[in-house]
């Protein structure tokens, strides 16, 4: 059966999806059309892409979480260097592994460009902050006068993962000059609105897949450190609009993956971990699945 999906955004949490995913496969249930957010929007590329749950899980198996964490060389020996690099450069890491990771896997499915998936087929989130709006890839792209159809698929995801200051900004050029794109859970996290239009009827039903608690029973985030401190900033600011958005109506569709003791940003998760959020997200999904009545 055909079904359209939602993916959350949620950092390094996104291995949860992955065990998702795998359940949802067993349920024999497969995607028309996906749209997703930050690290949402990477399980979901390569879904849209053709890889199987199984593939998937090897790919991040065999992914060094660390060599995303691609730094710049400091042209000073000293610690402070860091911190003018992210003045300068708007990020700590330059993203750049990530994008060319993702074009390599991609690529092997025989997809490099938005021209190589159906129409529609899927969609990202991304904000721009120089003109202050969300952008949604590849709609949007014909508005800053950019083919949609030759964009890079990578990249758009890349444009969605941009965690602000963690990693650089994307620096789009365009007709009208060069915008400043950074990770879409800044303006939607969870963009299950994309399926929803007022007075259209649904072609098919739509799950979600949201890497938090319920929003009833939303986690209460613990702040000892600066870290903690972004963590819990970023998890605020991108939650806000959703939780607006999704009412009871919409929760019934939702499968929720509470996820509150892993940081977005702990990119330093070890293989026990990486694997238990794997498993969590198998068991959150086989256990809606076994009520979700669609």
Known sequence: MYIDGVFSGGGIKGFALVGAYEAIEEK??????????????????????????????????????????D??????????????????????????????????????KGIKKFKDLPPDSFRVIASDLTNGKMMILPNDLEKYGIPWWSF???KAIRMSCSIPYF????????????????????LSNFPMW????????????????KLSSDFQ???????????????ALF?????????????RKHEKNIIFIPTQNVIPIEFELTDEKKEA???????RAQAFLRQWSY
């Open 28 to 69: 024999g249930l497969k995607f028309q059309r996906l749209a997703a957010t930050s690290a949402g929007s990477i399980v979901a590329g390569l879904i849209a892409a053709g890889y199987s749950s199984k593939e998937i899980y090897g790919l991040v198996d065999e992914l060094d979480v660390k060599k995303i964490l």
């Open 71 to 108: 730094e710049r060389p400091l042209w000073l020996p000293i610690p402070f260097a860091k911190w003018l690099l992210l003045y300068w450069r708007l990020g700590l890491y330059k993203g750049h592994y990530l994008e060319k990771w993702l074009g390599e896997k991609l690529a092997a």
């Open 152 to 154: 890079s698929v990578a």
């Open 167 to 186: 990693f650089e900004p994307v620096r789009l050029p365009t007709a009208n000059g060069t915008v400043i794109v950074v990770d879409g859970g800044v």
């Open 194 to 209: 994309l399926f929803d239009q007022e007075n259209v009827i649904k072609e098919r039903p739509v799950l979600g897949i």
């Open 217 to 231: 029973e939303h986690e209460k985030h613990v702040i000892t450190n600066a870290i903690h401190l972004f963590g």
């Open 235 to 247: 998890e605020t600011m991108k939650d806000a609009h959703d939780a607006r958005y999704i009412s």
């Open 277 to 283: 959020l794997i498993q969590l997200g198998k068991e």
